[in-house]
């Protein structure tokens, strides 16, 4: 009975130890999970959004350009540097391979190497200058160490496609597209993008008109091509992917997120889920991990969506933020925010 007992003690530890190792899983599932706040550090401008690399983020902070914050304890970020950018901070995105910061803002986007970076805060170098209005959305993706492909949209509804070789660049000539030379992709109001590059594929939210699918090439000179369309219930805002890139996952400007089957028949794209939020109206961004969802609204917070029935979405978190306005999150769910108000938020699951 002695060792019966023992072998029964011994199963219930290794069980409760188990269950304690899964603190950052993803949210879904029988267990009951919560967001925790981690920390919350005030910015020196207004948060507009980040982008996390290794133990930096990155911040664009408005009009004091980007802050570069050191995270290795997350519960304690600690300012490295501040960039003096040519333009408010208001859009940043990453290219790992090529070490290239982006910054998008009303009089432009810029390129910046990080390799010349130091935490005595030594001052980067402008590379590049993409394009001339502000930008509402920018995206890189690493084809090579060499190479990248680069999408930009603008208030003035124009997307711009470049095609980039090895830095430092003096010219944006050897690759370029624009959407205001093709009727295809005029005048659509793009205000957020996923690029599917490894599958010659773009998915662009488009405003009032709702979601495109546009396929890319880039092998030789660019060109892109409308696939297929479709019109959503609100004012398409951003569109990610879920996990096997069999649906998309468009945030509506009116709080409803809307799932979309963009394989069964790419020329005709339909609605297969939605999910409405009563009294949230402004969302933005939206990013997925696996089957869970997270997007922002701008004046309402975090929501949390679970997708793994694609035509039941079922929402289950929300954490309550005054003015965010970037997302970033981990593969472990760990969620970066940047908000106006409160700066750079991190959250975690418990």
Same mark, same amino acid.
């Given at each position: 009975?002695?060792?019966?007992?023992?072998?029964?003690?011994?199963?219930i530890?290794?069980?409760?130890?188990? /269950?304690? #190792?899964?603190?950052?899983?993803?949210?879904?599932?029988?267990?009951? !999970? #919560?967001?925790?706040?981690?920390?919350?550090?005030?910015?020196?401008?207004?948060?507009?959004d980040?982008?996390v690399?290794?133990?930096?983020?990155? +911040?664009?902070d408005d009009?004091?350009?980007?802050?570069?914050w050191?995270?290795? *304890?997350?519960?304690?970020?600690y300012?490295?540097?501040?960039?003096?950018?040519?333009?408010?901070?208001?859009?940043?995105?990453y290219?790992?391979?090529?070490?290239? +910061?982006?910054?998008?803002?009303?009089n432009?986007?810029?390129?910046?190497?990080?390799?010349?970076?130091?935490?005595?805060?030594?001052?980067i170098?402008?590379?590049?200058?993409?394009?001339?209005?502000?930008?509402?959305?920018?995206?890189?993706y *690493?084809?090579?160490?060499d190479?990248?492909?680069l999408?930009?949209?603008?208030?003035?509804?124009? $997307?711009?496609v !470049?095609?980039?070789?090895?830095?430092?660049?003096?010219s944006?000539?050897a690759?370029?597209?624009?959407?205001d030379?093709?009727?295809?992709?005029?005048?659509?109001?793009?205000?957020?993008? !996923?690029? *599917?590059i490894?599958?010659?594929?773009?998915?662009?939210a488009?405003? #009032?008109?709702?979601?495109?699918i546009?396929?890319?090439?880039?092998?030789?000179?660019?060109?892109?091509?409308v $696939?297929?369309?479709?019109?959503?219930?609100?004012?398409?805002?951003?569109?990610t $992917?879920?996990?096997?890139?069999?649906h998309a996952?468009?945030?509506?400007?009116?709080? /409803?997120? #809307?799932?979309?089957d963009?394989?069964?028949?790419?020329?005709?794209?339909?609605?297969?889920?939605?999910?409405?939020i009563?009294?949230?109206?402004?969302?933005?961004?939206i990013?997925?991990?696996?089957?869970?969802?997270?997007?922002?609204?701008?004046?309402?917070?975090?929501?949390?969506?679970d997708?793994?029935?694609?035509a039941?979405?079922?929402?289950?978190?929300?954490?309550?933020?005054?003015?965010?306005?970037g $997302?970033?999150v981990?593969?472990?769910?760990?969620?970066?925010?940047?908000?106006?108000?409160?700066?750079?938020?991190?959250?975690?699951?418990?």
């Amino acid at each position: 009975m002695n060792r019966l007992t023992g072998f029964i003690l011994t199963i219930i530890i290794v069980m409760i130890a188990g /269950c304690a #190792q899964r603190t950052d899983n993803p949210p879904v599932g029988p267990t009951v !999970y #919560q967001l925790r706040l981690v920390s919350e550090t005030q910015t020196p401008g207004w948060a507009k959004d980040l982008y996390v690399h290794e133990d930096m983020v990155f +911040l664009a902070d408005d009009d004091y350009g980007v802050t570069i914050w050191d995270i290795e *304890d997350i519960e304690s970020p600690y300012l490295i540097t501040t960039i003096q950018t040519n333009t408010n901070a208001m859009h940043i995105t990453y290219s790992e391979q090529s070490r290239m +910061l982006f910054i998008a803002g009303r009089n432009g986007t810029y390129g910046y190497s990080i390799d010349s970076l130091t935490t005595q805060g030594e001052d980067i170098y402008d590379l590049m200058f993409l394009s001339e209005y502000g930008v509402s959305a920018i995206e890189v993706y *690493d084809l090579t160490e060499d190479l990248i492909i680069l999408a930009v949209t603008d208030p003035w509804e124009v $997307l711009s496609v !470049y095609k980039a070789f090895r830095w430092p660049i003096t010219s944006v000539d050897a690759g370029f597209w624009n959407s205001d030379n093709n009727e295809f992709l005029r005048d659509l109001g793009y205000s957020g993008l !996923y690029m *599917d590059i490894p599958n010659n594929l773009m998915y662009m939210a488009k405003g #009032q008109l709702g979601l495109d699918i546009v396929e890319i090439n880039y092998e030789s000179v660019l060109n892109l091509n409308v $696939l297929g369309s479709i019109d959503t219930y609100g004012s398409a805002r951003d569109v990610t $992917l879920n996990r096997d890139k069999s649906h998309a996952i468009v945030a509506d400007y009116n709080g /409803c997120i #809307q799932i979309i089957d963009i394989k069964t028949d790419e020329s005709n794209p339909v609605v297969t889920g939605e999910l409405r939020i009563k009294d949230v109206a402004d969302v933005e961004t939206i990013v997925a991990i696996g089957d869970t969802v997270y997007f922002i609204d701008k004046f309402d917070g975090l929501f949390v969506v679970d997708v793994s029935e694609l035509a039941a979405p079922v929402l289950i978190a929300e954490y309550d933020a005054p003015a965010p306005t970037g $997302l970033f999150v981990l593969e472990d769910h760990t969620v970066f925010i940047a908000d106006q108000d409160l700066g750079l938020i991190i959250l975690k699951w418990q």
